[in-house]
Structures are given as C-alpha cells and as structure tokens.
C-alpha cells in the first residue's frame, strides 16, 4: 500500500511540499479549511492565496530573492511555475494576478494523481500520519496554534503583519500621475507615480502622523516585521524616514518638471486586467476613515476608491533555533515537520522553498531514506541556515532572503562578494540534486 504524507494546510508551502511529497511516489493529503472556514484575511475558496502582496519581488539573479527564484525553477516549484505564467508587468519584479495565479496553483495541485485535498479543519486532536508536515501559515488557526504550542511550550508565537490598501484605476486622476519604473528610459515603467512637492509630502506627513490607528487589544503583542513595516510606524521615526524609504524619488524624476520630486508613492498593477493598483511599501494600521482622509492627499488620489483598505493580522511562527532540527522537524517530535512562515522564514518566496525542502525531507524519513541538507553556499541552504542559528543571538525573528545569510570567504571583496555568492550557488544546486538523485514533480 502506498504511504501517504498529511500535511496541514494548502499554502504556497503546504502545496509546494504535497508536490514534493508526490514526486517521491508517495500520496499526499492537504488539509485546508477552506472554504468551511476564513482567517480574517483571506477571501478565495482556492488554494495557494496571496494576502499581503502580488508582488513576488525582484527577478533579478544578482539579487538573493532573484537566485533563490532560479534556484526554486530548478527545483520544480508548483510556485514559479504558476507565477511566470499569470505574471503582471512590474518592472524588474515578478508581480502576478492573485487569483488567477491561486487558481492555476489549485488545478495543478488538485490535478496530480497522488494528491487529495481534504477541506476540513485540522483540530490536533488526533495526528492522522507520520510524519506530519505543519503548512499552517502566518494566520495559522487557534486549534493549529494551540496543537504546535503544546509539542513545542512555545511561548513567543506570533507577531503582527499588515496589508497595503489597493485602489480601482478608473478612480485614479492619471493627470497627476506619471508611468515610470525606477531607473528605466523616461516615459516608459510599470508602475504609477504619484509626485509630491515639498509642502504636499509636508502636509502628507503630518496627517499621517496624526491619524487614527487600529490598536491591538491589551492581549495581544504589538510587534512588527523590520521589513514590513506599517507606513505610520516609520513616519514616526523622522519626517524624512519615508523619503528615504517606499517614497524615495530617486531615479523617478518628474516629466513635467525633469526634477526630482520630493517623494514619490508608486503603485503598481494588483491584476492583468490593469482594474486594481496597489500602493507600494504603503502598508498600515490607520483606520478605515483615516486611510480615506490620509491617503487621498496623495496626487492622483482624492477620489481614489478602495478596492481593499489597509489591515493588520497576526503573523505566527516559531522559535526555530530552539525547536527545530537541521531537518526542519520539531526536536520534542520528529515525526513533525514545520513548513513555511510558520518555521521562521519570512515572505512568499522563502515559504514556498522552505515548504518544498520541507516536504522533501518528509517524504525521506516515510521512505525510510536519508534526511538531506541543501548545500550552505544555495540560496535555498543560506536561507534554512537562518533557522538553525542566529549569530549567536537570542533574539530569532524571521527573515528573507538576504546575502548575508550566505557565507563568506575572507578573501573576498566587498563589491565582489555578491557576485561570487551567485556562482558559488549555481555551480553547487545541480550537482547535489543529481547526488541525491532529486526528482521534479512534472
């Protein structure tokens, strides 16, 4: 009889490891509780649902998220396969259509012969295989929190994230408003840009800082992701933070005047119909009046209608360094392997590598086979590294991709060091897939 994997929600990396599981012959059971029951952020009855962002960052291989990409083509992801081909234009990043891309992810998961989705919730009142993979996301739900809180005592489980708002175009007063990427040939870009003067960012500024917030309530912890920020949090740290920042002008010089603005808000395309703009870096936890008052002080905005307004949600993970193994198994429990944000790795991306290497080394142990480890100098390697030590420091948050997770040779200079990091990784992922003979799902 053929062996068969559970794994716990149908994420970006619950889906990557139920393929991962599939390709070594084994059936793979995804458990989603949608459409039965919605986090508070979630709105598709499909799997694979993008909340924060379309945006799967930039494509380019000299930067760590861009190798990581090419390394994840390589590897067979369900991920890069759905999103090159529902991408959206956005200059040098892959951005892609939300739905259609959840909707491609959920036919070729579905579609695959040794993988069934059970639309239930996963209550953790009984585990229903070993091993067991946990894919529960950042809005993992109480049942899933409570279950993984009991095998790990975990008592630093969460933090908090939050949503850009996204605006109709045909509301938007393109006359005020420029196309331009950063850095690419005048009069041409992906993205709307929206310049202001001195004295609108001034006005801009003042507002947001004194606009109405969602609070958390007095049980909740009232932390965010250094890398996702809410707009007014870094507005309070000096009026020039956000100029130096999502609304830095720099390389987006006015046509109208051939100047640079004083700050620039870009926004670029939620869909491939071009109907929805989403405002970069603009994420927030302004009330819903605020954001209507705030945010149309912005050039091209005042009429602006809001296709989605900002939010906060919870964002749950785990303290990977003190429970998780090399392996991405929970060391109280080794018949459980955590996947995706909920493991300590931070965006779409890294969710989806780390939920493949995940199911990967799930389906290993079920066969019986040799856990493995990606080679350090991968980017995929560099960044489960993040989970097994910090630098020594106690303070473990997640993290993307980033060069300085890669190791580095003390011979190397600093502006050679990128460069030499991506040749490293490239000349090391097809050796070790043919070592240990890895096979893609399709």
Known sequence: MTKEVHVIGGGLAGCEAALRVAAHGLKAVIWEMKPEKFSPAHRLPTLAELVCSNSLRSDSPQKAVGLLKEELVQLGSVVMRAALEHRVPAGHCLAV?????????????????LVTIKRAEFTGESVPSEPLILAGGPLASEPLVNFLRGLTNEKRLFFYDALAPIVTYESLDLSKMYQADRYGPEGEGDYLNCPLSEEEYAAFYQALVAADRVEPRSFEENRCFEGCLPIEIMAARGPKTLAFGPMKPVG?????????????????????????WNLVGFQTRLTRPAQDQVFRLIPGLAKAEFSRYGAIHRNTYIEAPEVLDPYQRLIAAPQIFIAGQL?????????????????????????????????????????????????????????????????????EKPRQASQARVEKARAALPPFLKEINYARWS
């Open 343 to 411: 493991s300590g790795v931070e965006g779409y991306v890294e969710s989806a590598a780390q939920g493949l290497w995940a199911g990967e080394n799930a389906a290993r142990q079920a066969l019986e086979l040799p856990l493995t480890r990606a080679p350090r100098v991968t980017a995929l390697g560099s960044l489960l590294s993040h989970l097994e030590s910090f630098g020594g420091r106690k303070d473990f948050a997640p993290s993307n991709i980033n060069f300085g997770l890669f190791p580095t040779g003390l011979d």
């Open 252 to 276: 987006l010089n006015d046509p109208k005047t051939g100047r640079r603005p004083a700050a620039v808000v870009q926004l670029r395309r939620e869909n491939l119909a071009g109907t929805l």
């Open 97 to 113: 259509d939300r739905v259609l891309f959840s909707q491609r992810i959920t036919e070729l998961v579905s579609s695959h012969p």
